[in-house]
């Protein structure tokens, strides 16, 4: 102890520095009551100070000795104690010298140290000695020997955070709203068809439409003249979809075309999928708003091949359908006038579907098949001849028979906006979009998230099949076009959700989310790798900020250092601009998500 005390600061050993070093990290670590989180950056911070405050000269030479290099960080479980028991001399000394900060206050504890050990570690004299220079330096300080320690009474500010504010989970549905204001319509259901380019989605749908007498003759007449001089006679019936002249002109499907229809006990809300790889973020935009999905299939040889293929869209829409919360899947196995309506062709085509399904989160029970001709018009309306091998439904009785969807009515008012156009009964900014939750009516407050503008709903209207009637409520589970008063055109726009006043979605840039990589990941996933972030109609640029852990094999594995295809992991997402998102447990339809890589989906997931 004598030797110890009698020693200066520069004849320190280098290990008596580094547990005094930890010793003071640990024990300001608990002053200042740090987690662990924050333990690394704490250590590397302290560490340069510790080493930058001592007059770190080598004895025998006048230069500057470098710093010795950076110790191994201790095990980061927790924060470690030095030995106690080897290093009693040094305890004691650090010690003495938290003792006689906390009388003295916010002084450098090096400085500290020197002072005790000029009064051979005597604390009464070293802290007066201390107090005393500040009373000449700081005339009015005003220092009292026997005051408390200031950690009891000037600890870390103890920071408040503010109540959430509420959300869907909080809210109570007070209002009693008569439902039998719904029992003359039937169920309304949001299909959505996908599938590869070409596959036939909008010539199936379109010859649907005109089946139902949707399309009059004279207009499908027109369509035929027009689309043969054009030299695109084979799109008639998909012209009936595909409205855009850019889309005539190309005989490629770019945004996602609604229409309405009804079936004998069914509302429809169709809406037709672009299948280009180029489009595929309008594809997704589709599906987050579809209930039910029809997914197309050329059934004929080589055309079914190369969109089952790696690079065929098949897969991809199949899975990304699925993600998107679609889990009742009707195969239109198109084409099939090009493969002599062969049982054995579509037998194979549906085994194959069947396996990949299964293993991409449908049950069988879920998925239907159906052969079939989009261009010749057979087992759309009625059954063929050609195909009495086939003893299932027609694709409009598959529709008729779907379950009804799930209205989330009890739940505040959450509108995804899917398109804003101008409306001559609506007015200049009217928007149509799915009801996810809750009810909307005429003259109600709402607030746009995530710009959080307040403005009234001046009308609202409901397409049913080719009528269109101004209503004066809408429910969850509706597609409606919207009229809105107060607010300019340039806040609304796709990434607008609207919402009750008082239970607004959550708007954030940061969260957790529960992810699953598909095959299209290429390069694993590592902390901050860059994705675009989909989530329904919005795309933004994203960070992976942090792995928190992967299954590995069944093992859950912590702050994994990389993510690899088909794994599931949990991360933290960090997006460039704020977005709306509910958590998964909260609302699912507005928590899912899916991350892009250059065009390709490499992950699929839901914030927790
Ligand atoms: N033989 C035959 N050809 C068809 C059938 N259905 C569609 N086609 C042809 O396939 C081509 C593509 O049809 P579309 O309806 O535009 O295909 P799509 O799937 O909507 O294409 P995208 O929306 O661009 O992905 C056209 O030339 C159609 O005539 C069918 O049942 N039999
Ligand atoms: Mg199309």
């Known amino acids: 102890m004598v030797q110890l005390y009698s020693c200066t600061s520069k004849s320190f050993n280098k290990s008596f520095r580094l547990d005094l ?129 200031t950690f009891l009474t000037t600890g870390p500010p103890i920071r408040k955070s503010p109540a959430p504010p509420p959300g869907i989970k909080d809210f109570v549905l007070t209002e009693n709203i008569d439902e039998t204001y719904w029992d003359h319509l039937k169920p309304s259901i949001n299909l959505v068809v996908v599938g590869h380019v070409d596959a036939g989605k909008s010539t199936l749908m379109g010859h649907l439409l005109y089946n139902l007498n949707y399309v009059s003759q004279k207009t499908m007449h027109k369509y035929e003249k027009e689309s043969r001089e054009m030299g695109k006679a084979s799109f008639a019936y998909a012209w009936i979809m595909d409205e855009e002249e850019e889309e005539r002109e190309r005989g ?69 359908v699925r993600y998107c919360g679609i889990r009742k899947l009707v195969i239109a196995v198109n084409k099939m006038d090009s493969c002599d309506w062969s049982q054995q062709r579509f037998v194979y085509v549906k085994d194959i579907l069947s396996s990949f399904l299964t293993q991409h989160g449908y049950v069988s029970e879920d998925l239907l098949f159906i052969p079939l001709s989009g261009m010749s018009g057979e087992n759309l309306c009625t059954k063929s001849q050609l195909t009495d091998w086939y003893q299932g439904p027609t694709l409009v009785d598959a529709i008729d028979s779907l379950p009804p969807t799930n209205r989330p009515v009890n739940k505040p008012l959450r509108m995804v906006v899917a398109d804003v156009y101008k409306s001559m009964v609506l007015g200049p900014i009217t928007v149509s979009g799915k009801l996810e939750s809750g009810y909307l009516k005429e003259k109600q407050q709402v607030l746009l998230a995530p710009l959080g503008i307040k403005c009234r709903v001046k009308g609202i209207q409901r397409h049913v099949g080719n009528e269109v009637s101004c209503v004066t409520i809408a429910r969850a589970g509706e597609t409606v076009d919207v009229g809105l008063t107060g607010v300019e055109d340039n806040m609304v726009n796709t990434s607008t959700i609207i919402c009750d006043v008082k239970y607004s979605i959550p708007v954030i840039q940061h969260f957790t989310a529960e992810i699953v990589t598909l095959d299209g990941l290429q390069v694993p996933l590592l902390n901050g790798t860059k994705v675009t972030l989909h989530i329904q109609s919005v795309q933004v640029p994203a960070t992976i900020s942090r792995l928190l852990s992967v299954d590995d094999g069944g093992k859950t594995k912590k702050q994994p250092r990389f993510v690899r295809k088909n794994q599931t992991a949990t991360v933290e997402v960090q997006t460039e601009f704020p977005i709306c998102i509910e958590k998964f447990q909260d609302f699912r339809p507005l928590s899912r998500i899916l991350l892009r890589q250059n065009g390709i989906t490499v992950a699929a997931g839901r914030r927790i």
Request: hydrophobic share 35%; glycine share 4%.
């Open 21 to 149: 070093f930890y010793f003071i990290v640990t024990i300001e670590m608990r002053r200042l009551k740090i987690d662990q989180d924050e333990y690394d950056d704490y250590y590397d911070e302290a560490y340069d100070d510790y080493y930058d405050e001592e007059d770190y000269y080598d004895a025998d030479t006048s230069y500057s000795k470098p710093k010795p290099s950076k110790p191994k960080k201790k095990p980061s479980k927790a924060v470690q104690e030095p030995s106690v028991v080897s290093k009693e001399d040094a305890f004691q000394l650090s010690l003495k010298v938290l003792k006689v900060a906390d009388v003295v206050g916010d002084m450098d504890k090096a400085a500290i140290k020197e002072i005790l050990l000029k009064y051979d570690g005597n604390i009464e004299l070293a802290t007066n000695n201390i107090l005393e220079s500040m009373d000449i330096s700081a005339m009015k300080m005003d220092v009292v020997v026997n005051k408390p320690p």
């Open 252 to 320: 490629v499907t770019v945004d996602v075309g609604i229409k309405y229809f009804e079936t004998e006990h069914r509302r429809i809300c169709l809406l037709d999928a672009p299948g280009h790889r180029d489009f595929i973020p309008n594809m997704i935009t589709g599906a987050t708003q579809g209930d039910v999905a029809i997914l197309v299939v050329p059934g004929n040889e080589g055309e079914f091949e190369s969109s089952f293929q790696e690079n065929g869209q098949t897969k991809e829409h199949a899975v990304l």
